[in-house]
Structures are given as C-alpha cells and as structure tokens.
C-alpha cells in the first residue's frame, strides 16, 4: 500500500512539473512537439494514476472518474500554452489512458511488481517527452550540433532506466517465484495435518459456483432458510478477471484465489440476494426458500 501511495503522489509530482515546464518554454516550443507532449502526458498521468487507484479502491467507477478528471486538467493545461489543438489531443488522450489504466487496476489488483513496471514505463515515457521540450523553434547552431551526436546525456539517461526497469522487474519476478514454491510447500505439508473438507463441512449445506473466464458457472443458487451454507466459488482458470466476490445484500466481499473458496453464510432469511465480481460485470444470485 505504501508502494501505491508514493506512486500516485510521483505522478502527481512529475505531471504538475511538466505543466509547469511547458509553460516556461511556451514561447520557444514547435507546435508539432507540444501537441505530443500534451497527448503523451494526458494519456500517461491519468492511465498511471487510473491503475493505482483501481488497485487500491477495487472500484471501477472512481477510479476511472478521478483518474480521468486529472488526466483531463493535464491535458489542458499542458496544452493550452501551444494551441487549443494540442489541448484536446491531450484530453482526449486522458480519457483513453484513465479509463484503461482503472481497468488494469481493478483487474490485476495489488500486484507490486505491476505497480513497479508501471511506474518504470511511467518515468521512463515522461522522461522521453521533457526531451521534447529541446525541439525548440529556430534550434542555433549549436543545438543543432548537439542533435547530431549519437550519444548524449538524454540517451545514456533512457538507457540506464530501461536497464533499472529491466532489473527490478526481473528481480521481483524471482521473489514472486520463490514465494509461490514456498506457498506450495507449506499446503502441501498442511494437508496432512488438516481435517478433510469433508469433516470440516459437516452440518453444512454446500453450493458449488464454478469461476471460469465467461463468469459464474451458476447464477442463481437456491439453499434452505435457517440452515449453516457454504457456497465454493471454485476459480478453475487464473484467466479470467473475477478477483473479488461482493455481495452488499450479505455484507461480502472476498478476495478468491484459483481452486476453492469457502464463503460461510449464516441465519439466512428467505429472499433473493445479489452477488457480483469486484469490477460489477458478472452477477449471480442467491435465493433462500423456506
């Protein structure tokens, strides 16, 4: 979490200082480079923070609100020095990048090394774009020398953060790696001392609700009123986007991971009751009989 927070406040950071940058050299800017530094920095600022706060809230309406209202200001204002034109190509370009980067959020959910290699890519384009800010009107002859040399501080500096990205990426998928076979270990010697499901679900109704990529395998679940359930949304692929299921009828929202995931109702009153995924685009429902 603390990850996510430091990401959002260097979005914040890095995109007010390209406002601020553009407007210092509005006078000297081309018009072609600032219409690509407000679409790059409309689109990146928002999708960015669009992909933090949809880890963070798990809710794909704000998260996309918030992130594309930002995008949007930056956009326009890192625009509106060069033309109206470069104003709507960044806004424009808000609004693509905030809603995709809240989807990714939402979908992948707090994923350190996703946090990373989007700040990485983060830093690494808006570097690219306060490049932009050289390609100046009327370049002077020495500028124009300093263009012809193959190597200089811009590049060596786009080398060194790929190269970083490339290292912490991989760094944190071996970490990833040797979590998950430690994870494994551990189950596997627990099983042995663990009672079975059978006996741990005794005096329990069970439903089963089969998670695959189209949704829920089942939408509508009937149990018995006054008696224990558990319902198993059993998640058999990692490729699908159900990551939570909510139900504010019941007052759940559980995070499931592929294979079983018990949910334990109690003192259920006859009725329907709505449950749905974490991003509101599968939906089921449970209804209780008599």
């Known amino acids: 979490m603390l990850l996510l927070i430091a990401s959002i406040v260097m979005v914040v950071i890095y995109s007010g200082y390209m406002v601020f940058n553009t407007y210092n050299r509005k006078g000297k800017l081309t018009g072609m480079a600032g219409m690509m530094i407000a679409m790059t920095v409309g ?24 992130a594309i209202l930002f995008g949007l200001g930056v956009g ?25 980067g809240a989807m990714l959020g939402v979908m992948i959910g707090v994923s350190y090394m996703m946090v990373l290699f989007v700040d990485i890519i983060f830093i ?28 200089n501080i811009p590049f060596i500096g786009g080398v060194l953060i790929v190269a970083i990205g490339v290292v912490a990426v991989g760094v944190t998928l071996i970490f990833n790696f040797q ?26 109704q069970i439903k089963t609700v089969d998670v695959n990529s189209r949704g829920f395998g089942i939408e509508n679940i009937v149990v018995k009123a006054g008696v224990p359930t558990k319902i198993n949304f059993k998640k058999n692929t990692g490729l699908t986007c159900i990551r939570n299921v909510e139900s504010e009828d019941l007052g759940v929202d559980v995070q499931i991971e592929k294979g079983d995931n018990f949910i334990t109702l109690d003192n259920l009153k006859p009725g329907t009751y709505e449950f749905h995924c974490g991003m509101h685009m599968y939906f089921g429902t449970i209804t209780v009989v008599a």
């Open 43 to 66: 689109m990146m600022s928002s999708l960015a923070l669009g992909f933090e706060l949809g880890a963070i809230q798990r809710d794909l309406t704000i998260s996309s609100i918030v």
């Open 76 to 100: 326009y204002f890192i625009g509106k020095p060069i033309s109206l034109m470069a104003s709507l190509d960044g806004m424009l370009a808000a609004i693509m990048g905030g809603m995709m």
């Open 124 to 151: 690494f384009i808006m570097s690219i774009a306060l490049q932009l800010t050289g390609e100046v009107k009327g370049n002077s002859q020495v500028d124009q020398v300093a263009k012809t040399k193959g190597i």
């Open 179 to 204: 979590g998950n076979h430690s994870l494994v270990n551990q189950s596997q010697n627990l099983q042995s001392k663990v009672p079975t499901s059978s006996q741990e679900n005794v005096g329990y």
